[in-house]
């Protein structure tokens, strides 16, 4: 193959090698809205496996406190601390970190960006 037709196949390279991943929330993430966000945390009972400020009796120690989680580089350890990636995460764990304790929660699109906005708001 000669050099400028491999250059010219790199686009379609790039697009096939993102197909593989799992689908992250939208682009409009950061437009949460947290209030709507804790209220959803409180109903599933999130505070049964997480301590979880703002949230009475959130005070489960099976999983990690998300104190602070706002000011973290990572989520899990591994994935990177941005809205849309923290929406995909509380919405389906498993489908980014296979083996997590973590379940799939039982989250629309638009309640998932509510929580990874009020789980930002944590500092």
Do not use: Y
Request: charged content about 15%.
């Amino acid at each position: 193959m000669r050099l400028p037709t491999a250059f010219a196949l790199l686009p379609a390279l790039a697009l096939l090698w993102g197909c593989d991943k799992p689908p992250v929330a939208r682009a409009d993430a950061g437009r949460g809205d947290a209030e709507d966000g804790r209220t959803t945390v409180a109903s599933l009972a999130c505070g049964a496996c997480h301590s979880i400020p703002g949230i009475r009796a959130a005070d489960g120690t099976v999983g990690p406190s998300l104190a602070g989680l706002g000011n973290r580089n990572f989520i899990a350890g591994t994935l990177p601390n941005d809205p849309g990636t923290l929406a995909a995460f509380v919405r389906n764990a498993p489908s980014l970190v296979p083996g997590t304790a973590m379940p799939a929660m039982p989250l629309s699109e638009a309640q998932a960006i509510d929580v990874a906005a009020f789980l930002a708001s944590l500092r």
